[in-house]
């Protein structure tokens, strides 16, 4: 229990560390299990109602969470457990008193931590050992990401897996000395119960308090010790070329020929990857690289995972073939699947990849907007089956019985074009609605989807459309029907728990989800476009610091219908990612409007974000600000996970920056970065994100200047320049009438109009082609390259 390690291995998310997923006895990647458990009750009433509690006269216990705003604390609020938030109040009483400090780390949405919250925490016995040996912090990780990095790299370190809850012992001085996920209350699956681990720490700090101590401070060194020593792998790739070749050896071996996605069970999305593979084939050409695309995403698409019936995508599937999901939906997911569907139908002009973007669109817009346009956290996976029950139960919002989905299209006959049995035969068949159910017991070990169905496509539309002689309109009215009948009957259940955090960090990716399903050129292109102005307009209104001119890291809303958005009253500021995706969102935003402002806001970030966590004597930015208040260590990320990393992101966000700008100081600090983690390995497979950021400093990028006034012939070059991926494409409107305006000013020096209409130089890596007047020919011109065949 109090081993320690003389050095951390800086790659340890990388080195296929494996992580507990408790809920079903598994093993999930590093920093991606996502495992929720909450309640469909406003943020400020008590939690679950299997806790019994029914309103707050009722609460028996009042502890200092109930002053914050985060919905996972407010959660915690009425445990008998003398839990304090983060921060010096806890700290200083830790070391006046020379207690440990048990630290709890979890977020609203996971199962687990509820779990050990109803077992142990609302435990009155549980909470005397507690409070009478320990200073009792708990922390939502999804608002102080810094505090739970830095104490996962060391659970992960004592364990080799780590997990929410996250549980771990420190020092009054911050040190950790041991650590674990879940405990049971009591001994048992061989684990050691949460009171034998209270009693035996509070024993060992009172007999033998020096040895923990210097236990703790060995451990800090150790980590401290792994940040400052770079020893760059001899053996890792040393040009973009082999790193490249490396990466795509790696994922086609690791593919999933039957289901797509990468290796067996649990499944996650993994955007990162499917990003990367997709900038991959635009620079080999290899239809087999692209197919590893395209395959997952369908089976994505048509697999449970994905909210047939309204949109939107769960978290990851617990089986192989995407059908059973763990049921939240966060936003993080929500925003990079909607990029990635979307530049799937930039390259392929296969409308089913635009229409499952849409889907989501649908369901963010409804479900996760705040009134004023910033968006949730996300959404649980248990909800009360009906408003009477008081247990929750995983998947219940989602699922239906046979029977359930026969009445309801019987009931609504007169919505159909032809007789409703057959209508409900053609809709069982294609989402494969069995009478006894449509799970795996193996998917369900916990028996709460039984006889129940999760919607799925197992084959497709056209093997429909055969089996029952429908024309594919046909079939997609049927569907749009039923699945309108089946949401309207959805929205009378109890609903999950929304979490109504709002994060820059997650926002940012949205706002890039929303840029580019714009720019796909749909008719509701400006429906998207809207959303996104309206977003960023959040963003400056509630997540900015307009004096100090820096980013916040949330606020918090009232729910769908409130608009209401409220920051703490020591705000915490914006970590690396807060940065560096809200930024690559502004650039994205900037690409599909050429709205100026965005692109001089996007400037301003970036030197802040700089300033704020640039390493000037290594390379590379750390995740925390300096002198962060007790934070023990600054760490920086070198992995792409569930979300890709700041570093990752941040990458591409300067090479761009250096190219709108003609500044080469973006460039030389992007090379900084792809240096500093040149020693990690193999580098494109664990930083998929920073791989495709090093391809455009090694390949160039596309300068797609439109040089002419603002006509409908210019406005055609933009759009047809928005409408293909276009890997690191810059893309800048140059009004020769006004070039105080033109961005980049410098670039837009060489570019003129010939015989005053509307030109378009079309650049790659400097060198340009013939300039083009008439927008067929550079429609051609980018089918030829950016197209599909």
Known sequence: ??????????????????????????????????????????????????????????????????????????????????????????????????KLIFLSVGYSTCHWCHVMEHESFENEQVAEIMNENFVNIKVDREERPDIDKIYMNFVVMVNGSGGWPMSVWLTPDLAPITAGTYFPPNDRWGMPGFKTVLNALAEKWQTNQDSLKETGSKIIEA?????????????????????????????????????????????????????????AYMVKKDMDVLELVLRTLKKIGNGGIHDHVFGGFARYSVDRKWHVPHF?????????????????????????????????FNYIMKDLRHPSGGFYAGEDADSLPTASDTVKVEGAFYAWTYSEIRDLILKNSSKFDMDANRVFEIYSYHYDIQEAGNIEPASDPHGHLTAKNILIVRKSASNTCDRFDLEPEELEKILQVVNCILHEVRDQRPRPHLDTKILTAWNGLVLSGLSKLANCGSDRREE????????????????????????????????TQSDTAEVLREPIGGFLDDYAFFIRGLLDYYKCSLDLSALEWAKELQEKQDSLFWDEQHGGYFYSEAN????????????????????????????????????????????????????????????PEMMSALLLLDRGLVMMGIVGPDTEVTQQFIRLGQSFYIPGLVIAHLNEDDPTKNIPKKSAEKFRSLNGKPTVYVCHNKVCQLPITVPDALEEHLKENYLVN
């Not at 390690?5 to 560390?17: C, E, G, K, M, Y």
């Not at 936003?331 to 392929?348: I, K």
């Open 223 to 279: 980590i401290r010790k792994s940040l400052a020593e770079k020893s760059p792998d001899a053996a890792a790739p040393s040009t973009p070329e082999h790193m490249l070749n490396q990466a795509i050896a790696i994922f086609k071996r690791n593919f999933d020929q039957d289901y797509g996605g990468f290796g067996s069970h649990p499944k996650f999305p993994e955007v990162a990857k499917l990003n990367f593979l997709l900038h």
């Open 528 to 559: 998207y476009r809207k959303a996104a102005s309206d977003l960023i307009e959040f963003v400056r209104s509630h997540l900015y610091d307009k004096e100090d001119k820096r980013l916040l890291r949330s606020c918090y809303g009232q729910g």
């Open 1 to 98: 229990m109090y081993k320690v390690f003389s050095r951390v291995s800086r790659h340890f998310l990388a080195r296929n560390t494996r992580i507990l997923c408790n809920s079903r006895d598994r093993y999930f990647q590093v920093a991606e299990v996502k495992r929720s458990f909450s309640s469909s009750k406003p943020p400020l009433a008590k939690f679950d109602k299997m806790a019994g509690s029914e309103g707050s006269s009722q609460h028996k216990h009042t502890n200092r969470l109930a002053q914050e705003k985060s919905p996972y604390l407010l959660q915690h609020a009425h445990n008998p457990v003398d839990w304090y938030p983060w921060g010096d109040e806890a700290i200083q009483k830790a070391k006046d008193e020379n």
């Open 628 to 687: 962060s208040p007790n934070v023990i260590v600054r760490l920086k990320e070198d992995h792409d996970g569930a979300e890709p990393c700041g570093n990752s992101v941040t990458g591409r966000n300067l090479l761009l920056l250096s190219s709108y700008y003609d500044e080469h100081s973006y460039k030389e600090r992007a090379q900084k970065l792809f240096e500093y983690f040149n020693d990690v390995s193999p580098f494109g497979y664990i930083l």
């Open 328 to 360: 939240e939906k966060m936003l993080y997911d929500q925003g990079q699947l909607m990029s990635v569907y979307a530049h799937t139908y930039q390259v392929t002009k296969d409308k089913y990849y635009l229409n499952t973007a849409d889907k989501i």
